[in-house]
């Protein structure tokens, strides 16, 4: 069983950047691809970035693409999400997910393992 531990969420004025951190339990972690998604108030959740078990291979999101970096550290369990540039479109509740395979798949199918979430606003 693997859980997740969302961190670094705030607010934050437009332009300005947060580093979000995804802390994961159980000593599997580098079997499990690491993603983030987000949801803002009154939409769907949305995928923002999705990176492999061994940290080399990553997708983001075109809409944050360029903005947005995912990465992790397999000593520490924890996968980041640096957000720079930041608008107040992304604000939503950002999400911590795990899962076994790591494809574009990710992005749309029903994952194993879900953080609780962390709160980014972004004002103008």
């Known amino acids: 069983q693997v859980q997740l531990v969302e961190s670094g969420g705030g607010l934050v004025q437009a332009g300005g950047s947060l580093r979000l951190s995804c802390a994961a339990s159980?000593?599997?972690?580098?079997?499990?691809?690491m993603g983030w998604f987000r949801r803002a108030p009154g939409k769907e959740r949305e995928f923002v970035a999705v990176?492999?078990?061994?940290?080399?291979?990553?997708y983001v999101e075109n809409s944050v693409k360029g903005r947005f970096t995912i990465s992790r550290d397999n000593a520490k369990n924890t996968v980041s999400l640096q957000m720079d540039s930041l608008k107040p479109e992304d604000t939503a509740v950002y999400y911590c997910?795990?899962?076994?395979?790591?494809?574009?798949?990710?992005?749309?199918?029903?994952?194993?393992?879900w953080g609780q979430g962390t709160q980014v606003t972004v004002s103008s």
């Open positions: 997910a795990a899962d076994l395979s790591y494809d574009l798949g990710f992005r749309t199918r029903s994952l194993a393992h």
């Open positions: 990176i492999s078990g061994s940290g080399g291979s990553a």
């Open positions: 159980g000593r599997t972690f580098l079997n499990y691809a």
